[in-house]
């Protein structure tokens, strides 16, 4: 699969459908000036930017590996989108939220995906695995699978919870050659027989340049706080040497699940 830069459209929201209230971060089904109704990812909820950054690099790592997700775009949010929504707390949201947010296309009629009700072929369990132990995704297990079924495919969405060492304020050396130990409660990993095979493909794939290209997609606004005086091009490499170093050393998480699966059946 040759590298291919990927881009993001950017959309105006212009209508406020309703909440989706799974979970504390509120996303909302919303509508945008090119009429397709998405789900949108607030920069003003709880966990802030980061959420949004993890949504994207995760995302668009996972699209770029030949897995279904839902289109990721920019969604501008006007400030005076909120004044006339009746619940508080969503005024709140909406007006903490103005500018740049993050938004994937609502996948009309999807169904949660049900390890009971379908099976998973070993090869897509397997690549599902790798990429969130890749990621450091804590939430895809049995309890919030974060999959939908559509048209008969499986979709991946919501890796907002990706990344994770940028909430521990520690440097991502101390993060990116550890094994992702929470993989023991992925919902697929008792599918997932063929790791070694797919680790080979995958690291073939993703390059430094084609990491370097999704990561560059996140805006400066997004990668910037007071908790340093790092310019955005220093902060996006951060994203970059952890996951370059993950990917050269995934031997480390691919051993891991490979023993967390072994545990279970």
Known sequence: MPDKQPELRTVNVTRYVTPLREGGSLPALAEADDDFLYVLKFRGAGQGTKALIAELIAGETARALGLRIPEI?????????????????????LKASTG?????????GAITFDPLVTTVDAKLASQIVWLDCLMTNVDRTARNTNMLIWHKELWLIDHGASLYFHHTGQPWQDHAKRPFVQVKDHVLLP???GLELVDAEYRAI??????????????????????????????????IQFLTTRIATSEVFVNEAQHARKALV
Not at 77 to 88: I, N
Not at 209 to 231: F, K, Q, T
Request: a negative charge; zero cysteines; proline letters at 6%.
């Open 73 to 93: 775009v920019f969604a501008n949010l006007d400030e005076a989108f909120g004044r006339t929504e009746p619940d508080e707390e969503i005024q709140d949201l």
């Open 206 to 239: 993703l390059t430094p340049e084609l990491i370097r290209g999704i990561v560059s997609l996140v805006p400066d606004e997004w990668v910037m706080d007071a908790s340093s005086d790092s310019s955005p091009e220093e902060r996006r490499e951060v994203y």
């Open 191 to 193: 599918r997932a027989s």
């Open 100 to 108: 740049l947010n993050l938004a994937l296309h609502y996948l009309s």
